[in-house]
């Protein structure tokens, strides 16, 4: 941090006036985020690819085979970045819907939310594939994260694994992030808004309430959009030109509609404590520090 003005005025910012303190509370909750979701988020994703079964039988089968460390591949490459990208993510959401406000723009925090998903989609597209190629393998074991990613470029390169991640599967992923975030922070801003009482600050309970039905609108919005990423992510290796349009055909075929929402149940029953977890925690040291800036003050 860096001190500002006369005394010992404490402020977390960086030179050019670059608030961190949504950035600090986004790493936190990040981080967070990723340690209760991840074994949710490989049940779904093995469940999507539509050779698992459901909920039940794929946790079973990587019990049995994996143990309960086959919950968490794939979990190096989110979190490593999970931190970072949650920073990235809150901060450019803060800004970006700060700025709508002053110009008076309508839905400032769903139009916000669509710029704080998108930009940063190209920043996590690697990671996230790396996490869906590990954690769609069928029971395949002594695979980690560094060695599939060395395996995959001494085998491909580093051209064309790129050209399979951006050109192939990018799409789908920018239309699920933007508007999942969208619908997550329009949600979340919303009804904190109204259920704040008229004599003091948000109980924790509605806070976390919103939280949760932020997580659960956030992925009903996009979770269509979901199975076919993760349909796609997992096809696009390369020499493979799937596209994801012939992908969306190939799960209609398997089961119609419903094929779409495979897991469906499982990530909403994921998307409750996560969102609790991220939003909540996002808040309490958002105000924590913001607390800390005034004090010092």
């Known amino acids: 941090f860096f001190e500002s003005g006369m005394g010992a005025s404490r402020t977390l910012l960086v030179p050019g006036e670059l608030d961190l303190v949504p950035s600090i509370s986004g790493l936190i909750a990040g981080i967070m985020g990723i340690l209760v979701g991840h074994p949710f988020d490989t049940i779904k994703t093995r469940m999507q690819g539509g050779e698992w079964g459901v909920g039940g039988n794929v946790l079973r089968h990587t019990l049995k085979n ?170 696009a290796v390369v020499g493979n030109k799937v596209h994801w349009l012939e992908v969306a055909r190939q799960i209609y075929n398997e089961g119609g509609i419903m094929a779409f929402y495979r897991g469906y149940g499982l990530t909403i029953l994921r998307a409750a404590p996560v969102a609790a977890c991220v939003l909540t925690t996002y808040d309490l040291t958002h105000d924590m520090l913001r607390d800390w800036e005034q004090q010092g003050a």
């Open 66 to 235: 994996q143990g309960v460390a086959g919950l968490y591949r794939g979990v190096v490459p989110p979190l490593l970045n999970a931190g970072f990208i949650q920073a990235v993510t809150f901060t450019i959401f803060q800004s970006t819907k700060d700025r709508l406000q002053r110009v008076g723009a309508p839905f400032p925090s769903f139009n916000a939310g669509i710029v704080a998903g998108a930009i940063p989609c190209v920043l996590t597209l690697p990671s996230f594939y790396v996490k869906v190629q590990l954690q769609s393998e069928k029971g395949q074991k002594g695979t980690g994260t560094f060695q599939y990613c060395r395996q995959l470029v001494q085998k491909h390169g580093v051209v064309p694994v790129l050209k399979a991640m951006y050109f192939r599967a990018l799409p789908s992923c920018l239309i699920a992030d933007a508007f999942g975030r969208a619908f997550y922070f329009g949600t979340y801003d919303y009804l904190k808004e109204a259920l704040m009482p008229n004599d003091g600050p948000l109980p924790l309970s509605s806070r976390l309430f919103a939280a949760v039905s932020s997580g659960i609108s956030g992925w009903t919005s996009i979770y269509c959009f979901d199975t076919l990423r993760s349909r796609v992510m997992t096809g």
